[in-house]
Antibody, heavy 119, light 108 residues
């Protein structure tokens, strides 16, 4: 069974940093492209960042470019999101999601971790 | 950026009735359109991809249609577990994925 479990969320002050993790199991993590997607309270879904299976190709939404860094450790079956210079508008539930190879829709999602940016 | 617009924002339907949800793209996305279902406090779940292909384990009462800029998700006979928020997503323009703002299907 595919499982994605996010962790690392919490309350952080504006300008602060946080590192999210996504632990994967039940599939060959190293073969899958991955994304982070976020959802502000009561709002819709927003794509945040993408990383290829090897980690060699990375993309970011304009809203987080220069502040967030996606990475992965295939030996540990883990995906990460380093978030710096956090703003109030980054407050959201952050989900990791698998990308279907060569098709690019998202098939499996974790349960999410809440990040709250507030003073 | 491709803007995805869903309508209506809220749909009130009685159990057993049909629900029809619409999604429009600001430019053609071919058939590269997915639908997701999200219940309160849960992650989104993939329902439909390729505009009309049901994902594994999705009941046949869910169907998708359309191509280009106009898409429809139909739930033929609403069950209690179907009351949720539904999002469309285009992946034609990856990695610039975009989602619609969602349609909430509520009990009438």
């Amino acid at each position: 069974e595919v499982q994605l479990v996010e962790s690392g969320g919490g309350l952080v002050q504006p300008g602060g940093s946080l590192r999210l993790s996504c632990a994967a199991s039940g599939f060959t993590f190293s073969s899958y492209e991955m994304n982070w997607v976020r959802q502000a309270p009561g709002k819709g879904l927003e794509w945040v960042s993408y990383i290829s299976s090897s980690g060699s190709t990375i993309y970011y939404a304009d809203s987080v470019k220069g502040r967030f860094t996606i990475s992965r450790d295939n030996a540990k079956n883990s995906l990460y999101l380093q978030m710096n210079s956090l703003r109030a508008e980054d407050t959201a539930v952050y989900y990791c999601a698998t990308v279907v190879t060569l098709s690019y829709y998202f098939d499996y999602w974790g349960q999410g971790t809440l990040v709250t940016v507030s003073s | 950026e491709i803007v995805m617009t869903q309508s209506p924002a809220t749909l009130s339907v009685s159990p057993g009735e049909r629900a029809t949800l619409s999604c429009r793209a600001s430019q053609s996305v071919s058939s590269n359109l997915a639908w997701y279902q999200q219940k309160p406090g849960q992650a989104p779940r993939l329902l439909i991809y390729g505009a009309s292909t049901r994902a594994t384990g999705i009941p046949a009462r869910f169907s998708g249609s359309g191509s280009g800029t106009e898409f429809t998700l139909t739930i033929s006979s609403l069950q209690s577990e179907d009351f949720a928020v539904y999002y469309c997503q285009q992946y034609n323009n990856w990695p610039r994925w975009t989602f619609g703002q969602g349609t909430k299907v509520e009990i009438k």
